[in-house]
């Protein structure tokens, strides 16, 4: 099987290959650095205005260089992923014509730019929760650090092997098996008699369920649509290569910006917020003063914030088997060993659960609000909410059942409970923001040559690339309201694969071989990485 030939020109109706070395404007560079300045100005200045409004004094420097370290790398992963991911999003509309290369990797950087500032967060943290508990708990220590600077650093060689050999490969896939190299090591590492609790596996099974069948989905998805669109829509220029050099038609060609800046904008908010969940689990344990809790919550919500802790408390201690709530540090350390070696239903983990309800209640109560919690009070309530809110979590997949009263009131305080730790600053969301859409414009020829030429052995056809492109946003989009982190990647370059297919375009498989390849490994290589990476890193910090 030879692979396809795209001519440097369209002749007698041939497609034309795109010029993918068209020179950006004399200004771009300037622009670029501009815009990188404004992130880390304004991330800066963000940064010293939380401080300065707790009343955090100047970190020791070996801490602010670590901090900034760490910082650095986390947003170094979301620019890498911007050029090797978003390349898929501007394949279609380079190869069809709608728009010069240039001008469409720029456009599609500015709405992973919105996408990001418009994210709901919710995946931000759900990718948090696959991390072990203790080392989320005591992440400004040295193992926290040591598996910050591990997963990050093990997800972005990944990534940059893959994009060096023109690899479509999941960033998202990458950092999810990075994360659980780090809860192994950390479980292989424990010193003997000691629970960790390593890898949250039924949360990384529903992880990875998403990640695993997204591009089977993409797949059939994007061939039935196709096939759909051609029962309903007759217009036989869609199903067309293009005329050489020339654009689409208008329509046809609005119809593919389109789907370029969904696929462009969904891409923002589901991947950005890994990165931003990252940033924030940095900055906890560097300054919880400023981080640990959510201090944007207004002082109204305290009422209902207490009613629900008491209601929890009494649900709580009704399990507990006349079982005494005990002191509050004696109750973290029950939750907490209760949560690494997952056995959470037992009386004196309830009567835990009570006491620390009860801690938090008290505390919110008499400070008047999360907000107004003070700076030597903080680390211990946000572990306290933090450690409740698991375990009400994670009852659940313990085959603990509640009646139908107490489960909708858990739930409430579980939300309440996240509301109070869950936040991301203005300032985080734009540094990201900004690393995400300048990684776009970057490093993206090599993505968009395999995308555009050799997944299929034909020229993609203008409503090949429409199907695909529409089936990764609704999916990506669809992913982001559940909070499931998914592969733009693996939907989109499926998604053209699946056309080709359904279309009777043939595939090079010698491509879908190497792709299929990078999938499978993509797990077993970033584990492997991160985990020595942290066997390593845990040996110097």
Same mark, same amino acid.
């Given at each position: ?52 409004? =707790? $009343? ?7 801490? @602010?260089? %670590? +901090?900034?370290? /760490?910082? !650095?790398?986390? *947003? #170094? ?61 005591? =992440? $400004? ?7 910050? @600077?591990? %997963? +990050?650093?093990? /997800?972005? !060689?990944?990534? *940059? #092997? ?380």
């Amino acid at each position: 099987m030879t692979d396809t030939v795209y001519p440097a020109r369209g002749s007698g109706g041939a497609p034309g290959r795109p010029n993918l070395d068209q020179k950006a404007h004399s200004a771009t560079p300037i622009a670029f650095l501009m815009l990188l300045a404004a992130g880390l100005g304004y991330a800066v200045h963000g940064f010293v205005t939380d401080l300065q409004s =707790v $009343g955090q004094p100047p970190l020791a420097i070996g801490a @602010f260089v %670590l +901090l900034g370290l /760490a910082l !650095l790398i986390a *947003l #170094g992963f979301e620019f890498v992923n911007g050029f090797h991911d978003t390349a898929n999003a501007v394949a279609t509309v380079i190869y069809t014509h709608s728009m010069p290369p240039v001008l469409a990797v720029i456009w599609s950087g500015a709405f992973n730019f919105l996408g990001v500032l418009l994210s709901s967060g919710a995946v931000a943290y759900s990718v948090i929760t696959l991390l072990p508990v203790e080392l989320i708990l005591q =992440v $400004g220590s040295g193992a926290g650090y040591a598996m910050i @600077f591990a %997963l +990050l650093i093990a /997800a972005i !060689l990944w990534n *940059l #092997g893959t994009w060096a050999l023109g690899l479509p490969n999941s960033s998202s896939h990458a950092l999810i098996g990075s994360i659980m190299g780090v809860g192994l090591a950390n479980q292989f590492m424990a010193p003997e008699g000691y629970a960790t609790s390593g890898v949250d596996w039924s949360q990384a099974m529903s992880v990875l369920r998403a990640l695993l069948f997204s591009p089977l989905l993409g797949f059939a998805l994007a061939a039935l649509l196709l096939l759909a669109m051609k029962l309903v829509i007759r217009n036989r220029k869609l199903y067309e290569a293009p005329d050489g050099q020339h654009p689409p038609p208008p329509a046809i060609r609005g119809l593919l910006i389109l789907t370029c800046t969904a696929v462009s904008f969904a891409h923002g908010g589901n991947d950005g917020q890994k990165g931003m969940g990252l940033i924030m689990l940095i900055l906890i344990g560097a300054v919880p003063t400023a981080y640990a809790l959510n201090r944007t919550m207004p002082d109204s919500t305290t009422p209902a914030f207490v009613q629900t802790s008491r209601q929890a408390q009494a649900i709580f201690q009704s399990r507990a088997a006349g079982q005494p709530p005990g002191p509050a540090e004696e109750a973290r350390r029950t939750v907490g060993d209760a949560l690494r070696a997952k056995e959470l239903d037992r009386p004196q983990v309830y009567a835990a659960l009570a006491a620390l309800s009860d801690d938090i209640a008290r505390g919110v109560q008499n400070y008047g609000a999360i907000r107004h919690v003070p700076a030597e009070a903080t680390p211990n309530m946000r572990n306290d909410m933090y450690l409740v809110a698991d375990a009400i979590r994670l009852l659940p997949k313990q085959d603990v059942s509640f009646p139908q009263a107490e489960e909708t009131v858990l739930k409430s305080y579980q939300e309440a409970l996240n509301a109070g730790t869950r936040y991301i600053p203005d300032w985080v969301k734009f540094s990201v923001a900004v690393a995400l859409g300048l990684g776009t414009m970057v490093g993206w020829k090599r993505i968009v040559v395999t995308v555009g030429e050799r997944i299929g052995k034909q020229h993609l056809a203008y409503a090949q690339g429409a199907s695909a492109e529409i089936v990764a946003a609704g999916t990506i989009g669809l992913a982001e309201v559940y909070g499931l982190p998914v592969s733009t990647t693996h939907i989109l370059s499926s998604g053209v694969a699946g056309t080709m297919a359904a279309n009777g375009s043939g595939l090079q498989w010698s491509t879908v071989r190497n792709m299929a390849m990078a999938w499978i490994l993509t797990l077993p290589a970033a584990i492997t990485l991160a985990g020595g990476l942290y066997f390593i890193l845990r040996h110097v910090f």
